[in-house]
Every structure is written in structure tokens, then in C-alpha cells.
């Protein structure tokens, strides 16, 4: 079966941390850039961050120094560390994978964050 399943949201404290995981099942992993996208009440889905097969991540500007993502291309999953968490970083936070070639797309069902005193 074909899917994206994230993993580690909820509730955290301004300054606390998450990590978010995703595991993907049914796709060749390594065909495919992984991203996290998040859209919080009101607004539109955004990037948060983006990796690669190979090379280096791209990160957010909003996020950038506070987020890292990473991915274990042999357990088939990708990863967002969330430190210094701020409560504009409240949103659903959704896993993308998108074929290097096609550019096929597949999304995850969403995780909430939320991050409030």
C-alpha cells in the first residue's frame, strides 16, 4: 500500500521541542525528495523544509536554525527535529514525498502541532 504515516505531534510549551517522523510504505524511497509542509488555521500550506536523495536539505527561512530534517533512506523515513518552538509554529504538519523525475506527489494524513503556554 502506497502512503506516508507522520508520527510525534502535539502539545509543547513555547521554547520546547518535537520530532516529527514519517514512514513511507509501497514507493523505491530513494526516487524521492521528502518534505514537510505545514498550514496553519486560516492560511495556506507552506514549506517548512525539503531533502533530497542526495544533497543537502533546504529549510525554511521561518524555521531555518531551529528545524532540521533529515532521512534514513533504508528505513524509509524522514524526519523533523523542532527546537526553540514558537507558538506561530502552530499548524498541521504534513509529509510530501515527490518523484525526482515525474514529479508525482504523495502526502501524508497531517500531524497537529501546537504550541502554547
Known amino acids: 500500500q502506497v502512503q506516508l504515516v507522520e508520527s510525534g505531534g502535539g502539545l509543547v510549551q513555547p521554547g520546547g521541542s518535537l520530532r516529527l517522523s514519517c514512514a513511507a510504505s509501497?514507493?523505491?524511497?530513494?526516487?524521492?525528495?521528502m518534505g514537510w509542509y505545514r498550514q496553519a488555521p486560516g492560511k495556506q500550506r507552506e514549506l517548512v523544509a525539503t531533502?533530497?536523495?542526495?544533497?543537502?536539505?533546504n529549510i525554511a527561512d521561518s524555521v531555518k536554525g531551529r528545524f532540521t530534517i533529515s532521512r534514513d533512506n533504508a528505513k524509509n523515513t524522514v524526519s523533523l527535529q523542532m527546537n526553540s518552538l514558537k507558538p506561530e509554529d502552530t499548524a498541521v504538519y504534513y509529509c510530501n514525498a515527490r518523484h525526482r523525475s515525474s514529479g508525482y506527489e504523495l502526502w501524508g494524513q497531517g500531524t497537529q502541532v501546537a504550541v502554547s503556554s
Open positions: 531533502i533530497p536523495s542526495l544533497g543537502s536539505p
Open positions: 509501497g514507493i523505491t524511497f530513494s526516487m524521492y525528495a
